[in-house]
């Protein structure tokens, strides 16, 4: 079956780095976005790898090793408006979209 | 502007009467796809659609009908909605011919099925 894995829930404080990780099992791969999802509200798109390494966004990177089925989303100088669910979603070779159960993030003050 | 228009955003219903979840995209995509959301377990998908009136059973179809007439609309049917329906339901739309562009999510239907 395919399975997309990450940490249920962080917590880091303000002002701090955070990693998020997400490893997967999939039949077949075609690139992994990262979202970011508030409460109750719709998920918004943050970052998208296809190929090896790493790719910067502001404050936002992820990184991407497809031979390990692996990615992490690394958030730099946490503000509390980054609180939030971060999601992992694998292209898989149906172009199907797989998703995780999400990573709740919460940063204290 | 690039939009999914879901409606509505709230509701509040009984049990077996029937509804409809209506969602409506403007960016011409192939790809549409209802989710719903309930806590803990991340996004579930209950249908897709590839194309016009080509539609696909998701993880959790049962208790839903979909139907894809025309392009740019995609429209989620409770024929009788019992209460393990509630639940929060994105639709969301994609192109198929650039898969690095992600998809574009409505801003969710809280429905309450009582």
């Known amino acids: 079956g395919q399975n997309i894995d990450q940490p249920t829930e962080m917590t880091a404080t303000e002002g701090a780095i955070v990693q998020i990780n997400c490893t997967y099992q999939?039949?077949?791969?075609?690139?992994l976005f990262w979202y970011q999802q508030h409460a109750g509200e719709a998920p918004t798109f943050l970052s998208y790898?296809?190929l090896d390494g790493l790719e910067e966004k502001g404050r936002f990177s992820s990184f991407l090793s497809r031979s390990k089925g692996y990615s992490y989303l690394l958030l730099k100088e946490l503000q509390m408006k980054d609180s939030a669910s971060y999601l992992c979603?694998?292209?898989?070779?149906?172009?199907?979209?797989?998703w995780g159960a999400g990573t709740k993030l919460i940063i204290k003050p | 502007e690039a939009q999914v228009t879901q409606n509505p955003r709230y509701l509040i219903t009984v049990t077996g009467k029937k509804l409809t979840v209506t969602c409506s995209q403007n960016?011409?995509?192939?790809?549409m796809s209802w989710y719903r959301q309930d806590p803990g377990l991340g996004l579930r998908q209950i249908y897709y659609s590839m194309n016009v009136e080509v539609t696909d059973k998701g993880d959790v179809p049962e208790g839903y009908k979909v139907s894809r007439k025309e392009k740019r609309n995609f429209p989620l049917i409770l024929e009788s909605p019992s209460p393990n329906q509630t639940s929060l339901y994105f639709c969301?739309?994609?192109?198929?011919?650039?898969?690095?562009?992600?998809?574009?999510f409505g801003d969710g239907t809280r429905l309450s099925i009582l």
């Open positions: 790898n296809v």
């Open positions: 999939t039949s077949g791969f075609n690139g």
């Open positions: 960016m011409n995509h192939e790809y």
């Open positions: 979603a694998v292209i898989d070779s149906n172009y199907q979209l797989i």
């Open positions: 969301a739309s994609s192109s198929l011919r650039e898969t690095s562009q992600p998809q574009h």
